[in-house]
């Protein structure tokens, strides 16, 4: 017969027969903090009975205890939020303000370009007009052709993909790899 000491080491097998429930709910208890392991799968036989009726019963051992568990849990819930927000981002339904601002940024670019051009594209045109109003009809003509091509302009989420990608410092061949990948 075995002599039960201070020092009494038993296996995950042992503890789960010696508390009536199965080595996976060890395991759990385990992972969760209630138990803690002397080795691998390996458990003090008196600490171990000893945190399970505290565990059991609703007694923790102290409130520093307690508050590493909350501190646990606003940690794991803190890092789900931040995976569901990345997920979001990299499916493109939701946006980092600093990429609307880039693209907002791309976009008065684009319409300072198309306006700084008019005056070459008109200058030749309206100085061989004899009439105001005709130079009038003429600059109206181009500033409409500029708005058509800027109301055409289109929200483009590849390029937005490409920015999230750029600013996360992913490569573009992991992309590919990764389309591959999802293909099969």
Not at 73 to 87: H, N, R
Not at 108 to 137: C, F, H, K, N, W
């Amino acid at each position: 017969m075995m002599e039960i000491s201070a020092k009494t080491e038993v296996s995950t097998k042992e503890i789960a027969l010696i508390l009536g429930v199965t080595a996976r709910w060890v395991q759990q208890l385990t992972q969760d903090g209630i138990f803690s392991t002397i080795g691998r799968g390996r458990y003090n036989l008196i600490e171990t009975v000893q945190s399970y009726i505290k565990f059991r019963t609703g007694k923790e051992a102290d409130a520093n205890d307690l508050e590493r568990k909350e501190a646990e849990l606003s940690i794991k819930k803190a890092k789900a939020i931040i995976t569901v927000l990345e997920a979001k981002e990299l499916q493109g339904k939701m946006h980092r303000s600093e990429d609307v601002a880039a693209m907002t940024e791309d976009l008065i670019y684009t319409i300072r370009s198309m306006l700084l051009a008019l005056p070459g594209r008109l200058a030749v045109d309206v100085a061989l007009t004899q009439d105001p109003a005709e130079a009038a009809e003429i600059i109206r003509r181009e500033v409409f052709k500029v708005m058509e091509e800027l109301s055409n302009y289109k929200y483009d989420p590849k390029k937005y993909e490409e920015r999230v990608r750029e600013r996360r410092n992913w490569d573009v061949r992991q992309a590919a790899i990764d389309d591959l990948d999802d293909e099969s």
